[in-house]
Nanobody, 126 residues
């Protein structure tokens, strides 16, 4: 089992920045994909970004490309999401997710996650 705990959410003005963190615990792993998803009120959960735990390849939703950066610290079992130039439409609960194993980049990064955190609220005011 893998437990995921997100932190770093909050209230920020449009144009501002936040950095989310996701700490993984429970078991060690060397191959995995770690992802960030978000869910706004009244909307379905959507993919934001993902990173390959061993190789470091990344993938982003078109809506956040150029503004968000996903990164990792393997020693700390932590994944980060740096969010710049935030917009009101980025307001959502942000969830960290993980799936263990070896995956190629692309569509495999978008779904099929086995472990989820409880989420952290990000609110962007206009």
């Amino acid at each position: 089992q893998v437990q995921l705990v997100e932190s770093g959410g909050g209230l920020v003005q449009a144009g501002g920045s936040l950095r989310l963190s996701c700490a993984a615990s429970g078991r060690t792993f060397s191959s995995a994909v770690m992802g960030w998803f978000r869910q706004a009120p009244g909307k379905e959960r959507e993919f934001v970004a993902a990173i390959n735990w061993s190789g470091g390849s990344t993938d982003y939703a078109d809506s956040v490309k150029g503004r968000f950066t996903i990164s990792k610290d393997n020693a700390q079992y932590t994944v980060y999401l740096r969010m710049n130039s935030l917009k009101p439409e980025d307001t959502a609960v942000y969830y960290c997710a993980a799936k263990l194993g070896t995956y190629r980049s692309g569509s495999s990064y978008l779904r099929g996650y086995d472990y989820w955190g409880l989420g952290t609220q990000v609110t962007v005011s206009s």
